[in-house]
């Protein structure tokens, strides 16, 4: 963000995933202003000038952190996004004196906790909202009183805002917005290329920490307990762990050798291995949960040690070995809630003392260094009737 000249940072969810202390120090490095007006950890809004402009910017992170990650310390308290925009936009209108007014939130228009229609009514004065997080491109539209734009997710691409200002009045007369896709007509910025060069130097790390054997085709929405993610979770020496972890009904394709850059591509995100005591009961309410919302996403749940049988209905009516209780193992993005989709097992491990196990990155390296080849079989873990 230095190399590119950015002004502003608004913290996204991933930007905790290394927690609080971490965030901080990155911050300090960073040469504009970090904005969340819902964190404790940062300022709300602040203003800027630009040609003579005087420019309101109010930042907000996202409102479900706690529904994304999970930290042996703890979180920073979030609160709720239109409770943080009040306090903030009372401030903004007591000082008065800007003529452009913007919110750049880490969210979509459409959240589960409320849409941005709801959270904009108040504010006519906000004339630009620049949003995140739903990975979703959005040229620009017009959400109450103010323009909307977001830029997709993955550095797919920019967001070009234009905003027209009579001279005159200092009034803003317009704003229009384009997506700029950052594809291969776009040529590198040297800076930005040789800061990312420096930081992830794959290219440089001839290590192979294995290699895998090609699992054998299989069908879509298919349940199996194969996936890197369970074998990495396996390296846990905890006998009898039932072992949960998920991937994309998408085709995936693994590598053949597990260098530092194929494995960061396998777990692109910060994830922990994490683990709960569980009653059976506890443990079926767990699967239903999963096997639910499994047919409405392109996700498929992997349970690794654990036969299911469920019925018609997939619901669970039987688990093989059968016990009274469990130790479930899973990763930390599941275990705080999958970003909503599992309030079940997000209850649990917010009320159960949770064991951290380390990064799933450094579990896959051990293991395929231990046992290369590492073989990933297709093996079903669920029983339907007629299946």
Known sequence: MNALGYDFWIPGNHDFDL???????????????????????????????RSGIRIAVVGLTSETLPWYALRPEGL???????????????E?????????????????????HGNLYKLLADYPDIHLALGGHS???????????????????????????????????????????????????????PAFTAAIEARFDFAGDPTVYGVTEPAPERAAKRYYASSCGTLALRTLDIPGAVTLYGVSTRPKVYPAELT??????????????????????????????QLAVSRKYPYVPVLGNL??????????????????????????????????????????FRDREVQFHGDLRERLKTLAAAESPLTIPPRPWLIRPGR
């Open 307 to 348: 036969a299911v049988r469920a019925d018609a209905d997939w619901r669970v009516t039987g688990l093989e070995p059968e016990r009274e209780t469990y130790c479930l193992v899973t990763s930390t993005f599941l275990a705080a809630g999958g970003g909503g989709r599992y309030p079940v097992l997000h209850a649990l």
């Open 76 to 90: 920073p308290k979030i609160a709720p996004e239109a409770e943080a925009l009040a306090a903030v936009m009372a």
């Open 260 to 289: 530092e850059r194929a494995i960061f591509d396998l777990f692109p995100y910060q994830d922990q291995a994490v683990s709960i005591e569980l009653g059976r009961a506890e443990l079926v309410a767990v699967i239903d949960e």
């Open 19 to 49: 927690g609080g202390d971490r965030l901080l120090e990155a911050a300090g490095d960073f040469s504009g202003t970090v904005l969340a007006a819902n964190c404790a950890l940062f300022p709300g809004w602040t203003v800027i000038e």
């Open 92 to 112: 903004v209108r007591a000082a008065g004196g800007a003529d452009l007014v913007i919110l750049a939130a880490h969210r979509g228009v459409y959240a589960r």
């Open 135 to 189: 990975h979703a491109v959005d040229p620009g539209r017009r959400i109450r009183d103010s323009h909307f734009a977001a830029p997709g997710g993955h550095g797919e691409g920019v967001i070009k805002v234009v905003v027209t200002v009579d001279d005159a009045t200092r009034r803003i007369t317009g704003i229009v917005s384009r997506f700029i896709a950052a594809d291969a007509s776009v040529a590198p910025e």
